[in-house]
């Protein structure tokens, strides 16, 4: 089964830029649809960004879109979520999922990374 393990995430100003990773093993992510989800203390896990394997069609939280990119890279194996203009409600630990249907179903994916913090602050 494939295992994912995030990274990238930090402290960055509002306005700024992340670029979190989630690099997998055991298995060939293009055979997965991968979702990034994110959850902030006190609040339900929230799907964030979603690109589909074969096609690669992408989907986009509307609290999200115009600011998030979603990509996947085959020959390194990861996907990777491009974070611009942050701002201070995108505080969150961030999580990828892969799963067999393109979704932001939580439900719906069997394998999760660890999770990796972001927290937009001045």
């Known amino acids: 089964q494939v295992q994912l393990v995030e990274s990238g995430g930090g402290l960055v100003q509002p306005g700024g830029s992340l670029k979190l990773s989630c690099a997998a093993s055991?298995?060939?992510?293009?055979?997965?649809?991968i979702s990034w989800f994110r959850q902030a203390p006190g609040k339900e896990r929230e799907g964030v960004s979603c690109?589909?394997?074969?096609?690669?069609?992408?989907y986009y939280a509307d609290s999200v879109k115009g600011r998030f990119t979603i990509s996947r890279d085959s020959a390194k194996n990861t996907v990777y979520l491009q974070m611009n203009s942050l701002k201070p409600e995108d505080t969150a630990v961030y999580y990828c999922?892969?799963?067999?249907?393109?979704?932001?179903?939580?439900?719906?994916?069997?394998?999760w990374g660890q999770g990796t913090q972001v927290t937009v602050s001045s």
């Open positions: 999922a892969a799963g067999d249907v393109w979704s932001l179903v939580p439900g719906l994916f069997f394998s």
């Open positions: 690109i589909d394997s074969g096609d690669s069609r992408t």
């Open positions: 055991g298995a060939t992510l293009d055979y997965y649809a």
